[in-house]
T-cell receptor
Framework: SQQGEEDPQALSIQEGENATMNCSYKTSINNLQWYRQNSGRGLVHLILIRSNEREKHSGRLRVTLDTSKKSSSLLITASRAADTASYFCATDAPDSWGKLQFGAGTQVVVTP | DAGVIQSPRHEVTEMGQEVTLRCKPISGHNSLFWYRQTMMRGLELLIYFNNNVPIDDSGMPEDRFSAKMPNASFSTLKIQPSEPRDSAVYFC????????????FGPGTRLLVL
């Protein structure tokens, strides 16, 4: 079963624009992570935000976490064609032995 | 570090044949995960090892699937006998502590069962 659900399922933007995607989850968490997957490749970790954090930045990435709403957002600023990929959120629940539950992903296409 | 290494990268086999997928985790990582990814079901965790011991295999679809980790640097996922519905991309990932820490994924094995 998938704990995280990303929204939207797909997003098409032009280079230079910002891309925002959301993740909702159902149970309490220790932390939430975002991963990127380029076509035909394995997932690559982008950023981890702990349950007691509200916002985190890494380069052009900004992640927010609202535990009261059980939701997170990933913002990619000034997007580039190389940002074209699928983006997944993954949650680590307290009683899950450290297993990550991945969502279905948001497919982002950035056109030049 | 070379990252997580998986072999083979592609496998085409016929229904009923045995398939063995291999994984070498990042040196020093003590947790290893096997995932399966399909369009229909997304990314599914099959089994999780910590310090070479299987912790949770509740995601293993059925008895045709088995996984071993004989030492800290090697794991196998075996499907016997294989069926067309096993066609998917199989990923191995490793992490340092296993407690929800960053997981490092291999490039995957694309399996096609005819």
């Amino acid at each position: 079963s998938q704990q995280g659900e990303e929204d939207p399922q797909a997003l098409s933007i032009q280079e230079g624009e910002n891309a925002t995607m959301n993740c909702s989850y159902k149970t309490s968490i220790n932390n939430l992570q975002w991963y990127r997957q380029n076509s035909g490749r394995g997932l690559v970790h982008l950023i981890l935000i702990r349950s007691n954090e509200r916002e985190k930045h890494s380069g052009r990435l900004r992640v927010t976490l609202d535990t009261s709403k059980k939701s997170s957002s990933l913002l990619i600023t000034a997007s580039r064609a190389a940002d074209t990929a699928s983006y997944f959120c993954a949650t680590d629940a307290p009683d899950s032995w450290g297993k990550l539950q991945f969502g279905a992903g948001t497919q982002v296409v950035v056109t030049p | 570090d070379a990252g997580v290494i998986q072999s083979p990268r592609h496998e085409v086999t016929e229904m009923g044949q045995e398939v063995t997928l291999r994984c070498k985790p990042i040196s020093g990582h003590n947790s290893l995960f096997w995932y399966r990814q399909t369009m229909m079901r997304g990314l599914e965790l099959l089994i999780y090892f910590n310090n070479n011991v299987p912790i949770d295999d509740s995601g293993m679809p059925e008895d045709r699937f088995s996984a071993k980790m004989p030492n800290a640097s090697f794991s196998t996922l075996k499907i016997q006998p294989s069926e067309p519905r096993d066609s998917a991309v199989y990923f191995c990932a490793s992490s340092l502590t296993g407690g929800g820490q960053t997981q490092y994924f291999g490039p995957g094995t694309r399996l096609l069962v005819l």
